[in-house]
């Protein structure tokens, strides 16, 4: 059952989906249309969720569901995924490869990398102090806020000099 991103609970469980480039105006409209009806349709065990989805940025999806009557199961996770890989496959992008790292400048411009050789990309200055990085402990709606953090409080401060 779809509820508006705004009308889920702050305990919402959530999942973060990267896309290496922003998305224009069609595709948001097909990502709204195509996650809308997942939406409505989503269940665990035969009995539907209350959940939602959001677009962060023209490049950031967060699903939610809030899983306070009905737990998700692997089946229903398995679910989204497949739904998720539909898009990827229809828009030409990788949203379900965990292996990429969100950056973020000081102008809101968003650049998305693999995480291999995030050292090395520090090292050498392509990766700077100045950015936020999505925080990837993220798991309610309600921990959205910190979405963003600097890369100083970040994982990624160990490859820094202190």
């Not at 679910?79 to 990788?94: D, F, K, M, P």
């Amino acid at each position: 059952m779809y509820l508006p991103f705004e009308q889920m609970p702050e305990y919402s469980r959530v999942w973060i989906y990267q896309a290496e480039r922003k998305f224009n105006a069609q595709e948001e409209a097909l990502i709204h249309e195509k996650l809308t009806g997942f939406c409505q349709g989503w269940n665990t065990h035969g009995n539907r969720m209350p959940t939602s989805f959001e677009i962060f940025d023209s490049q950031i999806i967060v699903l939610a569901v809030d899983e306070s009557q009905l737990g998700t199961s692997g089946c229903s996770i398995d679910s989204s995924i497949r739904a998720l890989r539909e898009l990827e496959y229809t828009l030409g992008l990788n949203l379900t490869d965990q292996g990429k790292i969100s950056l973020k400048n000081s102008t809101g411009e968003l650049r998305v990398i693999p995480a291999l050789g995030v050292k090395s990309k520090i090292n050498s200055g392509e990766i700077t102090e100045e950015l936020e990085v999505i925080n990837p402990i993220i798991q309610t709606k309600a921990d959205i806020k910190n979405l963003w953090q600097p890369i100083r409080k970040s994982w990624l401060n160990k490859y820094f000099p202190n």
